[in-house]
């Protein structure tokens, strides 16, 4: 069975303090670990997919990196803007099913 | 273009009455998913379409939960003999293809009083 940890479960940062976000999983077979960002009475929104050790993705202020045993979000220089949950979720080769299992999630808020 | 449109985005039903939440993905997406996410929670799976037929129902809790997706498009989520703690919200989402990533809707948040 596919597992995921999200830690920590809530990060607050003053704007501009760069910090990361951890994503530690286990999975039969990796087929893609993926990012998403949920805002209060949305949706999730996807950010990154990565499907093997070293891959690094970014997009503005975020880079996601990945291991064989966990990912990481980091996030430099934080705006207000960037407060949101971050989920993590993995997809394996189990079954042969395509269903990402997920995390519970970082909330992250950033203050100005 | 249009994302994953889910209605309603709320329900408030009373204990033991039956629901129906209806999902339209983006156009030309084959896979249909229904997620469930409870506060403080991550989205926990239930359903997936592989166009019309369900490819895999692992995640339904029980038989009073069912969904169809009759002509590969739209889907119905169908909740009979609703409780209290089938109280969530209720996620769709769809893909394009087999190396696509998930794309949820905003979800219809479902309350049993």
């Known amino acids: 069975e596919d597992q995921v940890t999200q830690s920590p479960e809530a990060l607050r940062l003053q704007e501009g303090e760069s910090s990361s976000l951890n994503c530690s999983y286990t999975?039969?077979?990796?087929?893609?670990l993926f990012w998403y960002r949920q805002d209060p009475g949305k949706g999730p929104e996807f950010l990154f997919t990565?499907?093997?050790a070293g891959e690094e993705k970014e997009k503005e202020r975020l880079k996601a990196t990945l291991t064989k045993k966990e990912s990481f979000l980091h996030i430099t220089a934080p705006k207000p803007e960037d407060s949101a949950t971050y989920l993590c979720?993995?997809?394996?080769?189990?079954?042969?099913?395509?269903?990402?299992?997920f995390g519970r999630g970082t909330s992250l808020i950033v203050h100005p | 273009g249009a994302g994953v449109s889910q209605t309603p985005s709320n329900k408030v039903t009373e204990k033991g009455k039956y629901v129906e939440l209806r999902c339209d993905p983006i156009?030309?997406?084959?896979?249909l998913y229904w997620y469930r996410q409870s506060l403080g929670q991550g989205p926990e799976f239930l359903i997936y379409?592989?166009?019309?037929?369900?490819?895999?129902d692992s995640g339904l809790p029980n038989d009073r939960f069912f969904a169809v997706r009759p002509e590969g498009s739209v889907s119905t989520l169908k909740i009979q003999r609703t409780e209290r703690g089938d109280s969530a919200v209720y996620l769709c989402?769809?893909?394009?293809?087999?190396?696509?990533?998930?794309?949820f809707g905003n979800g219809t948040r479902l309350t049993v009083t």
């Open positions: 990565l499907y093997s």
């Open positions: 979720a993995v997809r394996g080769v189990s079954g042969g099913s395509y269903i990402p299992t």
């Open positions: 156009s030309g997406h084959t896979a």
């Open positions: 989402a769809s893909r394009l293809s087999e190396n696509s990533p998930l794309h």
């Open positions: 999975v039969s077979g990796l087929r893609g």
């Open positions: 379409f592989q166009g019309t037929g369900a490819a895999d």
